[in-house]
């Protein structure tokens, strides 16, 4: 059963740069034709798509984030990585990875879920 | 503002059928694309509900349908119960941002 997995820092400084990973088990990212994306949603609002990113390395990006998103991917690993650079409060929300079925298609599964918080 | 227009609240009495809309344009469910449907307690990871504008995953009670329409979609939830009480958000594909989209999101209240 294939499982997701957020780790990072809680607490990011205004300014800086928001890092996470998503660990991937009970499957390996580059053994399937799946994207894997990145969603987060701000305390009680909605969801927005962050990115995704192929086992190959091909990204696509939320344009309105565009500028200051990276998502990379560690085949070695089996994880895949988030940087969110310049944050403010703005980018106050839950984080979460998920498996793509096509960059068209559904997100399943999802990761539990991390909050990071922007503030000094 | 969401790409994708849903009703921001639904309510409906036990064993009634409810439905929530979700509106979209000519560069995402207009132009085509599948239509996804999650649902999301307080608290918890959204789940995935419908795939495809239509389809159920596995373990999911066939209560709960969609459909979809030009440039519209739809979640059906019939013989509602108490627990079905939860949001519930859409998400397709835009061509114009060359990327997923969801809907704001719809709070179902079962009264």
């Known amino acids: 059963q294939l499982q997701l997995q957020e780790s990072g820092p809680g607490l990011v400084k205004p300014s800086e740069t928001l890092s996470l990973t998503c660990t991937v088990s009970g499957g390996a990212i580059r053994s399937s034709s799946y994207y894997w994306g990145w969603i987060r949603q701000p305390p009680g609002k909605g969801l927005e798509w962050i990115g995704n990113?192929?086992?190959?390395?091909?990204?696509y990006y939320n344009p309105s984030l565009k500028s200051r998103v990276t998502i990379s991917v560690d085949t070695s690993k089996n994880e895949f990585s988030l940087k969110v650079k310049s944050v403010t409060a703005a980018d106050t929300a839950l984080y979460y990875c998920?498996?793509?079925?096509?960059?068209?298609?559904?997100?399943?599964?999802w990761g539990q879920g991390t909050l990071v918080t922007v503030s000094s | 503002q969401s790409v994708l227009t849903q009703p921001p609240s639904v309510s409906g009495a036990p064993g009634q059928r409810v439905t929530i809309s979700c509106t979209g344009s000519s560069s995402n469910i207009g132009a085509g694309y599948d239509v996804h449907w999650y649902q999301q307690f307080p608290g918890t990871v959204p789940k995935l509900l419908i795939y495809g504008n239509s389809n159920r995953p596995s373990g999911v009670p066939d209560r709960f349908s969609g459909s979809k329409s030009a440039t519209s979609a739809s979640l059906a939830i019939s013989g509602l119960q108490a627990e079905d009480e939860a949001d519930y958000y859409c998400q397709s594909y835009d061509s114009s941002l060359s990327g997923s989209v969801f809907g704001g999101g719809t709070k179902l209240t079962v009264l």
């Open positions: 990113i192929y086992y190959r390395g091909n990204t």
């Open positions: 998920a498996r793509h079925f096509d960059l068209m298609a559904w997100f399943d599964p």
